[in-house]
């Protein structure tokens, strides 16, 4: 699939290239606003609109900034999204903006944000540079909420405010929803997805994509990674050896 398609893009940004759980970007409203699976997914729509304009106009635009100003530039625009943002939650959800706090105006220096800015968005076209500000604002969502959900779960036997798990049967722990619990919920959430990304075949030969099939002894695909790389390893040793 072309790399510049708007569905690819979508893709990108929710699962191979998730912000969160494998780009491991914009940590600080990551950990300090998920303590409930509304503020996550508040602070992860809030960003994705945030990134789809940004992305977008800053595309429009990427034939006219001088290369020396670019960054100044990208922070202009970005702060410009980010008030109007800020302004129509102050209106509509009022209560939202004051549980996000600081967080939100801090959106300007998101690294998220600057980082597509600067790698995609200043190289492609409008129409993929919004695609590409949907996917990874989709992506940072999903894991806010899913992450914000569990540690809500954990933390007040509740989601989304509904109670989940009563007190009857069920006593909360308080740490998920201080810092330390969002770091473990944040460090298994990452280990589950690298454990469904890097299964291993059973049978020996079989391609992956990272992790090769696990048996490079045996393996005859001479494109496996894993391979090479056990070749060149047998090499440096015969070499050493002699």
């Known amino acids: 699939m072309n790399k510049n398609n708007p569905v690819e893009r979508l893709i990108n940004g929710i699962v191979k290239e998730n912000p969160t759980l494998v780009l491991m970007l914009g940590m600080c409203p990551t950990l300090a606003v998920t303590t409930s699976a509304i503020n996550g997914a508040g602070m992860g729509l809030t960003t994705t609109a945030v990134l789809m304009f940004s992305n977008m106009i800053i595309s ?10 670019r960054i100044p530039a990208y922070i202009v625009i970005i702060a410009s999204l980010v ?4 302004f129509v939650l102050q209106a509509y959800l009022p209560e939202l903006n004051e549980s996000l706090g600081v967080y939100i105006p801090l959106i300007v220096v998101n690294c998220i944000i600057l980082g597509r800015a600067e790698s995609y968005a ?3 076209g409008p129409i993929n540079s919004f695609f590409d500000g949907v996917g990874m604002g989709l992506g940072f969502t999903v894991s806010l909420t899913i992450l914000g959900a569990f540690r809500e779960l954990l933390g007040a036997g509740t ?9 009857s049967f069920y006593t909360p722990i308080t740490i998920f929803i201080l810092a330390p619990g969002a770091f473990f919920v944040l460090s298994c959430l990452v280990a589950i997805q690298n454990k469904v990304k890097n299964r291993k075949p059973k049978e020996a030969g ?4 990272s992790a090769g099939c696990g048996d490079c002894a045996n393996c005859k695909n001479s494109a496996c990674g894993s391979r090479s790389f056990f070749d060149m390893t047998v090499d440096q040793k015969n070499v050493d050896n002699k």
Request: cysteine-free; aromatic content about 6%.
């Open 60 to 69: 429009l635009l990427r034939n006219f900034i001088p290369d020396r100003v």
């Open 83 to 86: 008030t109007i943002v800020q």
């Open 122 to 124: 200043s190289k492609n």
């Open 159 to 167: 989601i989304f405010g509904k109670v989940i798990l009563s007190e």
């Open 206 to 209: 079989q391609p992956v994509a």
